[in-house]
């Protein structure tokens, strides 16, 4: 009995791990690169005046995986950002 309580309980271990690997993989794809780099692009394009990054909002895989990531976190960063501002004005934070 005891076998058959820990084989079941093992198994049901490797799906819980399965399912949160593929949750953050999906978290991770979905939002960090997806996501992140659409609200990144316009705005790095915006502070270089046009020059960077090079390649097109619809091109980030041709991109180097440097300029991925740094527009992708200033895609999150302006997020939070964004998402502080409006709690902050809808009186959801206060300050003092």
Request: with cysteine; aromatic share 14%.
């Amino acid at each position: 009995m005891a076998d058959l309580i820990e084989f079941l309980f093992k198994d049901f271990l490797r799906l819980l791990g399965l399912l949160a690997r593929i949750l953050v993989w999906l978290i991770y794809e979905l939002f960090f690169e997806t996501i992140a780099w659409y609200v990144g692009w316009p705005i790095c394009q915006l502070l270089s005046l046009g020059r960077w990054p090079k390649q097109g909002i619809n091109d980030q895989e041709n991109a180097s995986q440097i300029s991925q990531g740094l527009v992708s976190v200033i895609g999150l960063i302006s997020l939070f950002v964004l998402a502080a501002s409006i709690a902050f004005y809808a009186g959801e934070i206060r300050l003092n």
